[in-house]
Structure formats: C-alpha cells, structure tokens
C-alpha cells in the first residue's frame, strides 16, 4: 500500500511538472514576445517586430468565418496586406508614442491550452502629465511559437474590431471581393508613405 | 280589372268630393299633430343590429369606461411651457364642467422613466450594446498608434443612439420623456376629454362644444398667464399665443351630421326652386302647380306622421326621406295632370276626364308605384336599421304619393268647380306645342339605326360598368378640408398614432394575459400595430434578466474607459446607466395605481375586470383595412371563451360590411321582385321585358358613365340605387302601359313621353342641385342620380320606342300582328 501510494505521488507529481515547466516556458516565451514587440517597434527595428506577429491569425480574426470560404490567393493576398498596413502604420505610430516612454509594466500571462494574454501597462509621459495606457496583448501559439494576433484596450481588439466596423459592411455591400478590393486600396496607400 | 278599380275609385271622388276633401284634411291635421313630436335620434349605434359583437362590446364598453371615441382639445404654440402653463389651467375648468367625465393630459411618468431599459425589447437593448462598443472603438482608434482600418468612414457611420433613442421616447403611445402629452417636436399638447354623454348623441356634443368655447372665452377674458387663445386648423393663428382646435370621435361625428345638414338645406331650397320654375315654364298654370305642390307637400307631413307613429323618430338617413318623396311625388303629379289636361281637352268633362285618368294613367302610377315601392321594400330585410327604415317608409310614401296625387287632385278640381265653374278651362291644351311635346312628335322611321347604336353603346358602357370600383375611403365623402379631419391627420402624423384603438374586456387578470400572449407578438403584415394592455407595464418573461445582462456588460465597458476620453455629452448617460442598475426585478404588483386604473373600469361600473387596447396601423378612413381590422381582432378565441373587441373602427367596419352584403343583396332581390310585379300586370314576358329596358340600360349606362368619369360607389350613393330602380321602371311602366292602350309607338312617345319627360327632368333637377354640395358624399349621390335618371330617360323615349317599333316591324312581316 505504502508502495503504491509513492507511486502514485511520483506519478502525480510528474504530470504536473511538465506542464508546470511547459506553462513556466510559455509564459516566459508570451512575455519575451511580447518585450521585443515594444523594444523594436521603441527602435524601429520593424522586421524584428513584425516577426513578432501572427499575420495569418489576424488574417482569421479579421475575416472570422469568412477565412475557410477565402482562396489560397487571397489569403496570401490579406496576410502580406496586413503585414503591410502593420509596418506603414502601425509601427511607426508605435514608435511615436514610444519617444516619451517612461517604463512599461508587464501583467503575468494568462495562458489558456493555445491562446495567451499579456496585460501591460505603458506609462508615458507628455507636456509633463503622466499617462498610463493598459494594452493587453493577445497571442497565438502557431508551430511552438507564440506571436502577437491583436491588441486590446478598453475590452476592444484593434483587429477584432475591423471585422465588425469594416468587413461585415464591406461583405454586405460585395463580399469576399470588395474586402479585398478595400484591402488593396488601402495597402496602395500606404505604399505611397 | 284596372277598369273596374278606376271607375270605383273615380265614383267615389265625383260622388263626394266633399267627404272625401275633409276626410283627407282630417287625415293631415292628424299627421301635422304627430309630425310636431318627431325627434331626430342621431345615435348610430341604435341602428346597428344589437345582437352583432361589436355592438354589444361597444355597449358594455360605454359602461365600463363612460363611452367609446374621446373629444380632443389640441393645443399649439411655439412656447411649450406657456402651452403646458394653459394646459394645466385649462384641465383645472374643464373638470368642474359636469359633462365632463376625465381631462388626461399628462401623466406621471416616473415609474417608466426608471425603468425603460427593462421595458425594452432585449434585442433593441443589444443593438445599443454593440453601438457602444463601436462608439468605444471609433473614439480608440483615434488614440491607438497600433489601429489600422481598411476603408474610410462615411460620415453617416458616425455613431449615434437617436434611432433607438426616438423608438423608446414614445412608449405604450406615450412620452416617457415628459409629463405632458407633447408630441415629440414639443409643438402640440393634446388635451383628451372624457365626455359623459354618447359620441353618436349629436345634441350632446352640439351643447358640449357650446360649453367649451364659453370656457375658453372666459379664459381669455381672465387668466393670469396672460393666455390669448383662438381656434384655428392651418398652423399657429397671429396674435394667439396658443392655438386651440377640436378633433376626436365626439367632434367628428358632430361636424359630419351637421355638414349634411348645411348640405341639404340650400340643396333642398335650389331643388324646389328649380322644379318649381321648370313646373312653370313647362305646365303654363301657375295654379296647377300650385295644386300639384301643395298636394307634395301634404304627402310628404303624412308621412312624416306616419313615421312618427311606426317607428317614432328619424335618423341620419331618414332625414332625406322629404327629398326623396318629392321627387318620386312630383312624377305621379305630373302624370296625372299631363293625362288629365288630355283627357279633359278631349270630352270637356271633368268626370269623365277622371275617370280616364285614373283608369289608364292612374294604373300605370300605381303599377311604378307598387313596383317602386316593392324594390324599396326589399331594403327592409337589411339588418342595418338606417336601410330596413328607408326602404320601409320611402316605399310607404311612395304608394302614399301616389294614391294622394290620383285623390287629392281630382278633388280639388271637382270642389273648386263648385266654386268656380271657369277654373276647369285651364286644362284645355292649346294648338301650341310645348318643347316636351315636340320631342313627343319624333317619328321612328329610324328605329333600327337607332337600335344598333344603342347596342353597341350599351355594350361599350358594360365594359366600363364592369370596371366600377367601391372607394372604401371615407375621407372621400367628406367636405374636403373639414378642420377636424385636418386635424386628426395633423395628430396623426406627430403622435404616430392611426386611429382609436380597439378595447377588449377581460374578467380576470389570467385572461387578460393569455390575451396578450395570444395577440403578441403581432405577426408580420397585420393591421394591428400595437397592443396595450397592463402587461405591457412590465418586462415579458425573462426580459428583465436579460436586459439586466447586458447593462452590466455596458457597465463593464464604460467603466475601462478612463475618464478624459468619455464625452460630455455621454457623461449624464452613464450616471443614469447605474440608477438602472439599482433597479429590483418588477412585475404587476409594482404598478402604481395611475398607470393601473387605464386598464380598468371606471369607479361605479358593474364590472371589475381589465382592458386591454389594440391600436391600429390602418387608417380610420380605410373601410377596406377597417374590415380586415375588425376580422383580425373582433373576436380572440382562447381555451373555450370568446372576448370581442369593442370602439368605433370595429362598429364601422361591421357597418361596412352590412351595407355591402345588403347593397349585393338589394338588387338581387328587387330585380327579382321588379320582375314578378311586372309580369303580373303585364302578364307577357314580352311586355315585362320591354318595360325593364329603361331600368337595365340606364343602369348600366349609369355605372358606365360613371367609371368613365373617374366617380366610384361609395357608402353613400349606394342608397340611390334603388331610387334609380324606382325611375327607371317607372318610365317604362308609363310608356308600355300607353302603348298597349294606344297600339302606336309615336302615341305613346308623343302623349305619355312628354310626361315621363317633364317627370324626369324635375326629378333631374331634383338631384343635380347636389352636385353644388360641399359634402361629397352627397355629390356622388347627385352624380349616380343624374347618371342613372338620365340614362333611364334616353331609354325609355329614344331606344325603348325604337326597340317596340323594330318588333312591331318585325312581328307585321312575319304576320304575327
């Protein structure tokens, strides 16, 4: 009985380890993500940053059931377009705001089986007022890698929130084609920059 | 046989002219007697059949809450506060006046003001939710450096609560937003009076009008708020500083019996005149005229008296019954006197001259007399009490008429005679003809071109007459911009109500939510558009939880949101966000008795049940959508019981629907009874036939005509169909009964002609002095008059003579004659 018991406990407590360890990995692995994100938009290291997201997760949550009904071709096509509308526009914003950053508070990663969030608080500070923006990053494990899929502030995605105020208005005006109509105009202009 | 009754009747007269003279003036004096206690009842309702549902809902209904249909006092003013500040002094006078029952003009409001979000329909409140969160994301993504977009905004985009804001200010046909009955753009307040008495009781609201405009002057005589009030229906009146009108059920009945009574007088006063000229320049003696006139008149008082002791008053549409008989009156006057100058001209004997008359032109009278008056009669199996008295005492006055003008007038004569022996000289017709009688003198040797062009015309204007329309529209029998009806339309538009509503009684509260839960929610293309009813007061089952939901998840938003990025403007919003919150589940037991006693009977009834009230998306003046309203809602079956809906759009369209069924039916069964009566005193189907033949071509030529000039049957004009019928057979009968006795077509046309001619165009007369009405209704009775009486005439002295002759022709050459 005793043996048995000791058994069990080893047993116990090996099933544990690992996903203890795994779970230690990645939260170091969400918050690593997402500190490089920050240091290399900060020095506009944009490749590096870029690295940094899940391109085709964004390109899924953008287009949410409407990705499955999407050709090879335009899922290629919407993926290198946000990537695009990342490296014009984002992270040149980014590293505007970055210019007065005072320190940057990371939350410990909530973690759950292949999504993961990480809370930081940004603390900026301009015309000599502290400001304080929480951004919450959310995150996709895709082949062990865990990368950047959306940004929230306040409860809202910046990707999440494109479907509902852009492409289920441009999916009811043309669907598929005038998504990706819009897609290309707006890479194009952002090309010129 | 009609000898054998001419020469009786004719004995009787020469032999005692006196007896039969006073006999007659004691039978009048009677009659101006009983005439002098005759009311006008102008109650619709008692004509409506008692046993219908509507009727009865309606019945008890008054009892329940003092009546059906309210009297409005709209208010207007580019100063609300002054508006509601004359409002509040208003409502204070109005309610000592002891006709008034209620003045509701504004309610406590509270109660729906806390608890609005709950009230509405959750996935309204959804749709506020996700706006939210769009608003949240549009003030973001102005402040995200990492937000991107893939197409630009429309300005329209821009989020705004206003639709869903606007849904919710107006509920349960109210404003939640304010204690007063205001319309939304705070132009107009609507004062709804409660009278005590009936709203078909036209008396009633005559003196209750009175009543008002007294209180009002005394207002702007002595107010301290410095009021100047004047009525007015076309915008803000100048010098006013508020603008009153009066609309509702109570004022709209009033104005639409008072309307055809201004109607009739000029009409009635220009018909007279007319027929009195036309009398004049065609019959030459001012004193046969007289005769004649005289003798109308006194048919019409007795049977006026005749009514009073039968069915003791008159109603809206008896109240034409003088006209009607004056018209139909004056013909058999004519006839007799056209045959009696005749006959007179010819013997130089006034008892004999008589005796002609009535034997020949008095049985044709009496054969379109009982034929008229059997078509009439028909009306009387009609359920609607309006039709079954019409018919019954037209019909009566008509045989009346008829027997006086082929008694009274002979004796006359005879009694005046004995006075002055010369008198009778008058009757001698001179060499010269009268226009009448040249029309008279038109040989038939083309009878068969004649024919064929009737034909073909006849069948051209079937066509048309196939295409008629019945205009269910109400509005169209109205003097066109009545300031009530313009100010019920006004009411309409800027409450975004349609019409009364509709109230069914409940006994119990279970009953009055099953029936809530069986009408709601409404179905897709219904005429109702909503339902109130005391359960309307709380949230349905398991609304106020869901609701509840989702303003917590609203909560749970804002308050991530850091104050610096909320706007001004949503700020109040959000204070009131978390009084909502603080709100405990409701339901019947919190209802604040104000808001309960709408949906209850008033103190002293018999009844201790609930009320729920349907409002319609149709127009009161849509008689087709009120009859499809009144089959929707005028009885909801549940578990075994039947509860009928009660108010004035289910009693019109009830009353709708009678007078088309009874219409349909009435010229099924008064041809059927034209036809048996014609050929009992005919006895050929030959003769009948051909007597028919004004009747049946007028007829259609009438609706032909009609449809071709853009008029439509109507609930009104549909009661001169059977006057119609009465002319057009008449005209017939005459001429038929003239050629039979003569054997000769031009005889027939050329004597009797001339008579059904000057009958006729009196008639004519008679009815086109409607077309200068202002009530439109009583136009499109003038037009299908004159139409059909025309119609009929062309007939009976232009084709009926020329299809007796082409017969005649025939039947010489086959030998048959």
């Not at chain 1, 005072?102 to 940004?122: E, Q």
């Not at chain 2, 004997?349 to 020949?360: A, D, K, M, V, Y």
Request: aromatic share 10%; proline share 3%.
């Amino acid at each position: 009985m005793k043996k048995l018991s000791l058994i069990l406990t080893i047993l116990f407590i090996c099933n544990g380890v690992p996903v203890s360890l795994f779970a230690a990995g990645d939260s170091a692995q969400i918050l690593k993500t997402v500190k490089i994100v920050f240091k290399a938009v900060q020095k506009k290291k944009y490749d590096l940053a870029s690295r940094q997201l899940d391109y085709e997760g964004m390109g899924e949550t953008v287009m949410r059931h409407h990705w499955k009904k999407m050709s090879q071709s335009d899922k290629a096509e919407m993926i290198k377009g946000i990537e695009v509308l990342n490296r014009k526009n984002s992270f040149p914003n980014g590293t505007d705001m970055f210019k007065h950053l005072s320190t940057i508070l990371y939350g410990k990663p909530r973690i759950k089986k292949n999504t993961g969030w990480c809370k930081t608080t940004v603390v900026v500070y301009q015309n000599y007022k502290k400001k304080e923006i929480v951004i919450d990053f959310k995150l996709n494990k895709r082949k062990d890698k865990w990368r950047v899929v959306d940004i929230y502030m306040i409860g809202e995605g910046v990707i999440d929130g494109i479907y509902e105020d852009d492409v289920k208005v441009l999916i009811k005006e043309g669907g598929i084609p005038a998504v990706m109509k819009a897609l290309r105009e707006t890479v194009a202009e952002a090309n010129k920059k | 046989m009609k000898h054998k009754i001419g020469s009786t009747v004719s004995l009787i007269l020469t032999r005692f002219p006196i007896v039969v003279g006073i006999t007659l003036l004691i039978i009048l004096s009677l009659s101006i007697w009983r005439v002098q206690k005759l009311e006008i009842n102008y109650d619709q309702i008692e004509l409506m059949p008692g046993e219908l549902n509507s009727i009865k809902a309606s019945k008890e209904m008054i009892d329940l809450v003092g009546g059906v249909g309210f009297f409005l006092l709209a208010l207007k003013s580019d100063d609300v506060d002054h508006m509601k500040a004359v409002s509040d002094e208003l409502a204070g006078r109005l309610e000592k006046m002891p006709e008034v029952r209620s003045v509701t003009y504004k309610q406590k409001i509270d109660f729906f003001k806390e608890r609005v979000p709950f009230l509405i329909k959750t996935e309204d409140l959804e749709e506020g939710y996700s706006r939210v969160r769009k608003k949240i994301r549009s003030i973001l993504n102005k402040k995200n450096p990492f937000s991107f977009s893939l197409r630009k905004k429309k300005k329209e985009e821009e989020v705004n609560f206003d639709d869903l804001i606007e849904k919710y200010k107006t509920m349960n046909k109210r404003q939640v937003d304010d204690p007063y009955y205001v319309d939304p753009k705070k132009e107009m307040l609507m004062m709804v009076i409660k009278p005590m008495g009936d709203p078909t009781d036209i008396d009633f609201t005559r003196d209750f009008v009175k009543k008002i405009d007294v209180l009002i002057n005394n207002f702007n005589e002595k107010n301290q708020i410095k009021a100047v009030l004047k009525e007015g229906y076309n915008g803000l009146v100048p010098g006013a500083t508020v603008t009153y009108g009066y609309t509702g059920g109570y004022k709209r009945n009033l104005d639409d019996s008072e309307t055809i009574r201004a109607a009739l007088v000029p009409t009635s006063i220009f018909a007279f005149t007319f027929i009195f000229l036309y009398l004049v320049f065609f019959l030459r003696r001012l004193t046969h005229i007289i005769m004649i006139m005289g003798t109308l008149v006194g048919s019409v008082v007795l049977i006026y008296g005749f009514c009073e002791i039968s069915i003791g008053e008159l109603d809206t549409i008896t109240t034409i019954l003088a006209a009607i008989l004056m018209g139909f009156g004056i013909d058999f006057g004519i006839h007799f006197m056209y045959r009696f100058r005749e006959e007179f001209t010819r013997t130089g004997s006034l008892n004999q001259s008589i005796r002609e008359t009535l034997i020949h032109s008095g049985a044709a009278s009496a054969a379109s007399a009982f034929t008229t008056a059997a078509a009439l009669y028909i009306l009387m199996i009609s359920d609607f009490k309006a039709f079954s008295r019409f018919g019954f005492l037209t019909g009566t006055g008509i045989l009346i008429t008829a027997f006086l003008m082929y008694t009274v007038l002979p004796v006359m004569f005879l009694l005046i005679d004995k006075i002055f022996p010369n008198f009778k000289n008058s009757l001698i017709i001179k060499d010269k003809k009268t226009l009448i009688d040249r029309l008279g003198s038109i040989e038939f040797t083309h009878a068969n071109k004649i024919v064929i062009g009737s034909v073909v015309l006849f069948f051209g204007l079937l066509y048309f007459a196939t295409q008629i329309s019945f205009d269910y529209d109400a509005r169209s029998l109205m003097t066109a911009d009545r300031p009530s009806v313009v100010l019920q339309e006004e009411i309409n538009k800027r409450y975004t109500i349609s019409s009364d509503p509709a109230g069914v009684y409940t006994d119990t509260l279970e009953e009055a939510k099953a029936l809530y839960e069986k009408l709601t929610p409404i179905p897709k293309n219904s005429t109702m558009d909503s339902v109130i009813s005391i359960f309307t007061m709380i949230p349905a089952n398991g609304q106020f939880e869901a609701n509840r939901e989702i303003l917590l998840k609203i909560k749970e938003r804002v308050d991530m949101i850091p104050p610096d990025l909320i706007e001004d403007e949503y700020k109040d919003k959000i204070k009131m966000l978390e009084d909502f919150l603080k709100i405990k589940p409701f339901g019947i037991k919190d209802i604040p008795e104000h808001i309960i006693s709408q949906f209850r009977p008033v103190p002293g009834s018999k009844k201790d049940g609930y009320l729920t009230f349907i409002y319609p998306t149709i127009s009161i003046w849509d008689g087709e959508a009120l009859i499809r309203f009144a089959k929707e809602i005028g009885t909801t079956k549940i578990d075994g019981n039947e509860y009928h809906a009660a108010g004035m759009a289910v009693i019109f369209a009830d009353l709708a629907e009678m007078v088309l069924r009874d219409g349909r039916r009435f010229i099924i069964f008064a041809a059927i009874a034209i036809l048996i009566i014609l050929l009992v005193v005919f006895r050929k189907i030959r003769v009948a036939s051909f007597a028919l033949l004004p009747l049946i071509m007028g007829m259609i030529w009438m609706v032909g005509l009609m449809d071709i000039s853009g008029w439509h049957i109507n609930f009104m004009n549909i009661v001169v169909f059977p006057v119609v019928f009465g002319y057009g057979v008449s005209s017939g009968i005459h001429l038929i009964h003239r050629y039979i006795e003569s054997d000769s077509v031009s005889i027939a046309v050329h004597r009797t002609g001339s008579a059904v001619a000057a009958s006729s165009i009196t008639t004519l007369m008679g009815w086109a002095a409607l077309l200068v009405s202002q009530h439109r209704g009583l136009e499109s009775m003038g037009i299908l008059a004159c139409f059909g009486i025309a119609g009929a005439l062309i007939v009976s002295l232009v084709v009926m003579p020329s299809m007796i002759q082409v017969t005649r022709n025939y039947r010489e050459k086959k030998g048959l004659i």
